[in-house]
């Protein structure tokens, strides 16, 4: 079952502007990550953010965490045609065993 | 090499048929997962190793899932009598880390479809 649920399932912007995406989990985790997935491709690790962390910076992507509200968001900056993907946020749960995805969000950055 | 890879990139199989897909990890990866991503989702936990240990199947769904790493490096993920909800995309990833929750890197997965 998945433990972290995205939204919006879709998000179609215009080159430049930003795009922000939101992932909601329900068990108590170690960290939370986010994965890109271009179409037809494996997963691409974009950034990890642990519990005791609010915020992370990595380029053009801002991830904020809010353990309270167990839930995350992902922002890209100045996006471009190349950020067209699914991105997938991933929580490690404190029994560590394993991670868990949620269903993702379909990005399309128009020209 | 580089990354991850994966054999075959795509599979196509007749109902009953038995099928083997290969993981090669990254060379010092300790870990190693399997994944089946579904069209339109996620991809679902499998199963984990630790060097040759398998720590985890708990997400195998069918006694017709098994999964090997006899050396602790290249991993076979063998489904016996595909039937077609089987068909999906097979994802291997590896870490260099012991703990199954950190950063992992994911291959381009086996493309699966059986009719």
């Known amino acids: 079952s998945q433990q972290g649920e995205e939204d919006p399932q879709a998000l179609s912007i215009q080159e430049g502007e930003n795009a922000t995406m939101n992932c909601s989990y329900k068990?108590?985790?170690?960290?939370l990550q986010w994965y890109r997935q271009n179409s037809g491709r494996g997963l691409v690790h974009l950034i990890l953010?642990?519990?005791?962390?609010r915020e992370k910076h990595s380029g053009r992507l801002r991830v904020t965490l809010d353990t309270s509200k167990k839930s995350s968001s992902l922002l890209i900056t100045a996006s471009r045609a190349a950020d067209t993907a699914s991105y997938f946020c991933?929580?490690?749960?404190?029994?560590?065993?394993?991670?868990?995805f949620g269903e993702g969000t379909q990005l399309t950055v128009n020209p | 090499g580089a990354g991850v890879s994966q054999s075959p990139r795509y599979k196509v199989a007749k109902r009953g048929q038995d099928v083997a897909l290969r993981c090669d990890p990254i060379?010092?990866?300790?870990?190693l997962f399997w994944y089946q991503q579904a069209l339109g989702q996620g991809p679902e936990f499998l199963t984990y190793?630790?060097?040759?240990?398998?720590?985890?199947k708990s997400g195998l769904p069918s006694d017709r899932f098994f999964a090997e790493r006899p050396e602790g490096s290249v991993s076979t993920l063998k489904i016996q009598r595909t039937q077609q909800e089987d068909s999906a995309v097979y994802l291997c990833?590896?870490?260099?880390?012991?703990?199954?929750?950190?950063?992992?890197?994911f291959g381009p997965g086996t493309r699966l479809l059986v009719l």
């Open positions: 068990t108590s985790i170690n960290n």
């Open positions: 190793f630790q060097n040759e240990a398998q720590l985890d």
């Open positions: 990833a590896s870490s260099f880390l012991r703990l199954a929750t950190e950063t992992q890197y």
């Open positions: 991933a929580t490690g749960g404190t029994s560590g065993s394993r991670l868990t």
């Open positions: 060379s010092g990866h300790v870990s």
């Open positions: 953010i642990r519990s005791n962390e």
